[in-house]
């Protein structure tokens, strides 16, 4: 991921907003470096956890959030989406939430939807070129 290509967008459902939280605490000085755009209440989420880090708040998800952080990857001001989802629960707005995927998707940008995902995304963009995955079992 190039530095200068865009912030990193944080996106939760409710079940995953604490592990994305945590994920964030863990990887600060890395989404310092690139800044932060969120839904509005994974936004606030974060904000507890990382107090230093300035989140800049989209509306919440299931408002239009998802589609206007979707306009802003069709705008390449995303740089990769860290999108903690709720398999397991259905969403009223999952229209939405596949329509924030699609442009991921589209416009071929890094896009986590789980915390193993999103931790070797910051392991590459921290430069360690480590790829074991830890835990794996052959
Ligand atoms: O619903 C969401 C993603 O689909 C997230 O929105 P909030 O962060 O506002 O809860």
Redesign the pocket.
Known sequence: MRPDAGRIAL????AKKSALAAWAARNAALLMRHGVV?????GSVVREFCPKLDVTCVA???LG??QQIGAMITEKKIAALIFFADAMTP?P?DV??KALLRMAIVHDIPCATNRATADILARAWAGEAETKLEGATP
């Not at 969120?38 to 994974?42: K, Y």
């Open positions: 996106v939760a459902h409710d969120a839904t509005a209440t994974t919440s998800g299931p959030g998802d969403m707005h939405d939430v």
